[in-house]
């Protein structure tokens, strides 16, 4: 089950007198995600400036290298933060206003009414903080995140010291932030030119809603703005069994077939949801290299369906795991997301082998970072790697015994077990509070905000 | 979405001078889980001599009742305690130590053997006091628990402070506790002689572990001495389209028309999954008010399949909600087994209207006491019944904001939100902690146990 760190991650030449480095965190269970899925029993890790420079067993750091500050980590697991690659952040704002409604009910009558009316910058401020206050304190260190007013939820998730994808969000209709659609591709521009510097921490992106709410010509124009940039592309993609058979009967193909024709499908196009892909297009998705995000929890309450995840994981496509926004799902805890892609497609399809915690995990991590196209920096500890950790108290009784960490962590655990978080070597989460935003006062923000959303409803 | 307590709750001859109780809980968000989902927004609780002497807002109360304790619960969630209908308490000492495997395989190559080996008194006292704590501090006060060795649970269930039915599993095999099954009807009737007295807090019942491994004249004789003790019988009926077809090829009827003509089947019969029960299951149950528990995570994660729940509902039938045993779940969370409910048959039949946030939260609260038929003393906030309490901070990321508090408790809302509990109006957990168990001493007496086990394990 466990594994010795390689004794090439710690430099031969190290090995007679220590190094000084930033941070050493000591004696925790280390899951390295790495593609061997390596644990490290007594493990440790070496993080200096930002970056993680060894990781082995507590003795082979210890011989190695010296902390100015050291962390004590026994009795806890250390693994890579969690990579939340699909999600609307400012919609924290609307969790739980509506559930257990028909979908066309909940869109039209509740969710599109409210976002028009009340989406601006103060609410996509907030209620991105109250997300990134939330992430952070459950251990997610990445977010992929597009909604509208996206500037300022760059602004949001750059104070609360995440790393993000942001992505502004493209439709051919009113937006929130552009009643004229004429004037969206002025818009993207805009978004890219006033994208705030972030030592790397953040990067943009470009979000076309769905093939069924973007022309064929919008999709490709911001498909190759964002192949100037060097962006990664994203679209929602065959959410749904009704929107499937719309784009169909206005195009004659099916989704992906259709992204093919336009020339969007490449290493950098990155879908969400892809619950009624069929074969085809799963094997023209792998061939074109896309990426996928796999949203079970949103797909799941909304009856939008079951992504055939093991197909898709089988064709060797890249599959991150994201929570969707919380209208939907309604948490952003992404040890819950983990328990469901790991129970349902075992109910779906009748075999209890397929999707391993394993792979979950993986999806939650390193595959994330994979998709995001982030991966030589984040999604795993491993040497040059940035220091993005978080810890778990092992001292539950939800976590008593422990056979198998990756078991616990998808099974067992969930995002109220983080104590500590990470992001480049910095302390953002200690003891479970959040170093870096005010959350009182955030929450406090959005019950205000929300005290108006609700006051519009008709329930 | 809110509506004030009937004040029939508050005897009118009390309104003059205000009456002296043992507690009040005051200024909480009250989710009564009544028959009409009545929800009291800065309501309290007055509660005397272990039960519920009202019920209303905080004026209503505040003018009838003066509390010898007052506790202050604003920004708090109050609701009945919950009630895990289904599980193997002791089976948290084989937490995660399989999984992701062929089901054959998990129970024969792993399961079994390690039960086989291991179970004895000091594994179930220490196994099922860990149950106890992870339970209690995740908002369970009641537990329907069945397992061998079971007068060991029930000293544990009893020295937690919880409300527990105890059912001593029954086979026509070798047993951990009985090797020889032709001393079994002894066994059972040796368990009913030791019950302990507990002033009602625990109930005994019998446990059948299921048709194809219990002959039809055991489960009679089982059902008959449970029929003269007034205790609920219990059995798994329908987990597995294996177990189905092979009833099927040895009795010549599906299981639940089999029991019937046993003559098993009433309203003291309660029968775990249902999982692949047909129409004429459905109805043969609801005709003879058999009570069903629902076990969707455990269901899902052995690939088992989802029980027709909808269906099972329109028919009228009585549905807990359980977390199953440990080995199969892996987690006794009733939240997130709530969370999971809601949404996996949303998934399954397309419809997002099916298995409301309320009809889950009644599966783990009213409608969980009626299928253990302790309704007339737990499952709701009503004068008069049982003060099984839970409260929920809400000043959390994930919590925020509040448009429903039920929405909340079933989509949102995790064990580890829940900061007080009290059963009979005796408080078991205050800010997160238990009080009644050295929880740190249980956990180290499950890990040597622990380290035993994993040792056998070949993996």
Known sequence: MCATSPRSSIPEALAVSPVTVDLVLANGWVVTCDPRHTTIRNGALAIDNGTIAAVGTVEEIGRNYSGRHVVELS?????????NAHTHAAMTCFRGLADDLPLQEWLHQVIFPAEGMHVNPELVTHGTLLAAAE???NGVTTVCDSYFFEQYAAQAFLESGMRAVLAQGILDLPTPDQPDPTRMRDHAREFLDRFPSSEGRLRPSLFCHAPYTCSPDTMQWVKDLCRQHGMIFQTHLSETAAEVRELQQRYGERPALFLRRLGILDQATLCAHGVWLDAEEIQCLAEHCVALVHTPESNMKLASGIAPLPTILAAGIRVGLGTDGCASNNDLDLFAEMGMAARCHKAFSGDPVVVSAREVLHMATLNGARALGWDSEIGSLEVGKQADIVAIDLRKPHLTPLYDPISHLVYAASGS????????????VIGGELMTVDVRAVMAEVRQLAAVIGAGQTR
């Open 135 to 137: 992430m952070l304190t």
């Open 75 to 83: 009795d806890h697991l250390l693994l890579p933060g969690l990579i």
């Open 417 to 428: 077990d983080v104590t500590h978080v990470w992001v480049a070597g910095q302390e953002v």
